[in-house]
């Protein structure tokens, strides 16, 4: 079968590898669309310490079951299904209370085993939810980020009526915004890219700011009333924005840190101590795909205006490396397979 192979960082190509054989207890799914996600980009950089090479990478992952392997009933051959790509051991302590996102033995796919940039994958059946068939695959990759972005929203435990702040106008910031929005709460989104402020904007958030042009201490405080931020997401990693979340959270504000930094970041732990801030940690999500099904199914997150281009499986490797050179051309770059 064919499948985009990163043979080392900035080395990545298509393929003819060994096509897919399942276990027991897995299934076998012929792959109808992929997203790239910039954990792929940061695989192919060979920034992220947590890759491993050979790769086929890819965790976005939307198809088709074409083999059962299994006496669960649940699935069926013919069954249009989406991949949770975190693959848990289920016996650490992590696990062992449900918390299987921070599993310690932890495989993602396209990170730590091969992942599903390829015509065919076989999946643990217990990591496949079903999918509605009035909706487009396209729109069904973005379940996953989405589901990313209603974990760590969860972890805020956000309130209709508060103010959230969100770093980063990519698809977790984005995405965040409208889950905040669809909460009751009132999201304020900043990027340094005015072209992803503005799909924000085109989806109904209200408050959009760039630190090149506008003072964010200022506008918050303006914003909430001198209240500043009840809640704050950090999406993008930023040493800048992570230092920024302790100052914009209001007094007993929680934050949640979802972006991965490059390297430790030193934080006053003496404001955090004044001001008594929650401080989270929001890793990947569990528990949160049939909530994101539901809600891109019903509308009630439109994940459209987030979608920049539709390409071909072939095409793939090429965008992997405008990505990689370019990332403020596209918020998200989908193949079909």
């Given at each position: 079968?064919?499948?985009?192979?990163?043979?080392?960082?900035?080395?990545?190509?298509?393929?003819?590898?060994?096509e897919?054989?399942?276990?027991?207890?897995?299934?076998?799914?012929?792959?109808?669309?992929?997203?790239?996600?910039?954990?792929?980009?940061?695989?192919?950089?060979?920034?992220?310490?947590?890759?491993?090479?050979?790769?086929?990478?890819?965790?976005?992952?939307?198809?088709?079951?074409?083999?059962?392997?299994?006496?669960d009933?649940?699935?069926?051959?013919?069954?249009?299904?989406?991949?949770?790509?975190?693959?848990?051991?289920?016996?650490?302590?992590?696990?062992?209370v449900?918390?299987?996102?921070?599993?310690?033995?932890?495989?993602?796919?396209?990170?730590?085993?091969?992942?599903?940039?390829?015509?065919?994958?076989?999946?643990?059946?217990?990591?496949?939810?079903?999918?509605?068939?009035?909706?487009?695959?396209?729109?069904?990759?973005?379940?996953?980020?989405?589901?990313?972005?209603?974990?760590?929203?969860?972890?805020?435990?956000?309130?209709?009526?508060?103010?959230?702040?969100?770093?980063?106008?990519?698809?977790?910031?984005?995405?965040s915004?409208?889950?905040?929005?669809?909460?009751?709460?009132?999201?304020?989104?900043?990027?340094?890219?005015?072209?992803?402020?503005?799909?924000?904007?085109?989806?109904?958030?209200?408050?959009?700011?760039?630190?090149?042009?506008?003072?964010?201490?200022?506008?918050?405080?303006?914003?909430?009333?001198?209240?500043?931020?009840?809640?704050?997401?950090?999406?993008?990693?930023?040493?800048?924005?992570?230092?920024?979340?302790?100052?914009?959270?209001a007094?007993?504000?929680?934050?949640?840190?979802?972006?991965?930094?490059d390297?430790?970041?030193?934080?006053?732990?003496?404001?955090?101590?004044?001001?008594?801030?929650?401080?989270?940690?929001?890793?990947?999500?569990?528990?949160?795909?049939?909530?994101?099904?539901?809600?891109?199914?019903?509308?009630?997150?439109?994940?459209?205006?987030?979608?920049?281009k539709?390409?071909?499986?072939?095409?793939?490797?090429?965008?992997?490396?405008?990505?990689?050179?370019?990332?403020?051309?596209?918020?998200?770059?989908?193949?079909?397979?």
């Amino acid at each position: 079968m064919k499948a985009v192979y990163l043979e080392a960082p900035g080395k990545v190509f298509i393929k003819e590898v060994e096509e897919a054989k399942c276990s027991f207890g897995f299934a076998m799914i012929k792959v109808k669309a992929i997203g790239i996600c910039g954990s792929d980009v940061s695989a192919y950089k060979g920034t992220s310490p947590l890759v491993t090479y050979p790769r086929i990478i890819g965790h976005e992952v939307v198809g088709e079951i074409v083999e059962v392997n299994s006496c669960d009933r649940n699935f069926q051959v013919g069954d249009r299904v989406i991949l949770e790509p975190y693959v848990y051991c289920g016996s650490c302590y992590p696990c062992s209370v449900g918390r299987t996102n921070c599993c310690e033995n932890l495989k993602v796919l396209g990170v730590h085993i091969d992942g599903g940039m390829a015509e065919y994958i076989c999946h643990p059946m217990k990591l496949l939810h079903k999918l509605p068939e009035d909706v487009p695959y396209e729109k069904l990759v973005m379940v996953e980020p989405l589901s990313i972005s209603l974990h760590a929203i969860h972890r805020l435990k956000l309130k209709e009526g508060e103010y959230i702040v969100i770093f980063g106008a990519g698809q977790i910031g984005n995405l965040s915004a409208q889950v905040s929005l669809y909460l009751g709460a009132i999201p304020i989104i900043i990027d340094l890219i005015d072209s992803r402020l503005e799909v924000a904007k085109n989806v109904g958030i209200s408050f959009i700011l760039n630190p090149r042009k506008d003072n964010i201490i200022q506008s918050i405080k303006d914003i909430t009333g001198g209240r500043m931020a009840e809640c704050v997401v950090e999406a993008t990693g930023s040493l800048s924005a992570i230092r920024s979340t302790i100052e914009i959270s209001a007094y007993t504000g929680r934050i949640a840190f979802v972006g991965w930094p490059d390297r430790e970041v030193s934080l006053p732990t003496s404001m955090i101590t004044r001001k008594e801030l929650d401080v989270y940690g929001s890793r990947n999500s569990v528990g949160e795909f049939p909530k994101a099904i539901e809600l891109i199914k019903k509308g009630k997150v439109d994940v459209k205006p987030l979608i920049s281009k539709v390409v071909l499986f072939e095409e793939l490797p090429d965008y992997l490396k405008i990505l990689s050179e370019n990332p403020e051309l596209y918020i998200k770059v989908i193949g079909r397979v």
